[in-house]
């Protein structure tokens, strides 16, 4: 059977600068989600803003109708070209509502391929905040079993520490395969949401208050 491996220092020195890094990894988390819950209260804003605007256009078209019933009155201080300016205002604001509507759709779609995104990276912290674990309690049990065996120590005890080591070597080796996967995708992922925020500058353009 081959010799346990032995950490070295930087592998030591590794360890604590992942555990420092995990931290801010975890803040990064914490604000993505906050932009997403952000972005999906803004949508709904502009979607209630939407709404009282759809009321307000119900009422400019009655206000119109009521305006071309006053021209008929010979006495009424409307001209036709009043009358016809008042339409063309009422049906540009009602194109610029449907321009309103593309805006959140667009935040929509963000919001759900954020949503995807932090899931990801969420699976990569915690996948990543298991193996920091494991590898400290590698380092410790290497550290315990070289103190054993200088003493001269032998028996069950070592011997199934010896495995325990081995394995947790085996397992490491297996979970860095895998958070390189893991970040992979989620560069991946990471890149349909820029899509997403370019398209939705194409919506902004349009948008009207």
């Known amino acids: 059977m081959s010799a346990i491996r032995i950490p070295s220092d930087q592998e ?7 555990k420092s890094f995990l931290k801010d990894f975890k803040t990064v988390i914490s604000a993505d989600y906050g932009i997403q819950e952000a972005l999906d209260n803004l949508a709904k804003k502009i979607n209630q803003g ?38 063309e205002l009422v049906t540009q604001y009602s194109q610029l509502l449907e321009n309103n509507q593309f805006l959140v759709d667009g935040l929509k779609d963000i919001v759900l391929v954020y ?11 915690q996948s990543y905040s298991k193996s920091v674990d494991l590898q400290s309690t590698f380092q410790d049990n290497v ?10 120590q032998t028996g069950d005890k ?10 947790e070597d085996n ?17 991946e992922e990471g890149k349909i949401v820029d899509a997403a925020w ?12």
């Open 12 to 18: 030591l020195e590794l360890v604590k600068l992942e």
């Open 50 to 87: 939407i709404s009282a605007k759809r009321d307000m256009i119900e009422k400019m078209r009655a206000i119109e109708e009521l305006i071309k019933n006053i021209r008929t009155d010979s006495n009424a201080r409307v001209t036709q070209e009043q009358v016809a300016e008042y339409d």
């Open 115 to 125: 949503r995807s995104f932090l899931t990801k990276k969420d699976s990569y912290y």
């Open 143 to 152: 550290y315990k079993y070289r103190k054993m065996t200088n003493k001269l």
């Open 158 to 167: 070592v011997r199934l520490l010896e495995v325990d080591i081995r394995d």
């Open 171 to 187: 397992e490491l080796d297996r979970q860095k395969k895998e958070r390189v996967r893991q970040l992979a995708n989620l560069i």
């Open 198 to 209: 370019v398209k939705l500058k194409d919506f902004i353009k349009e948008f009207s208050f």
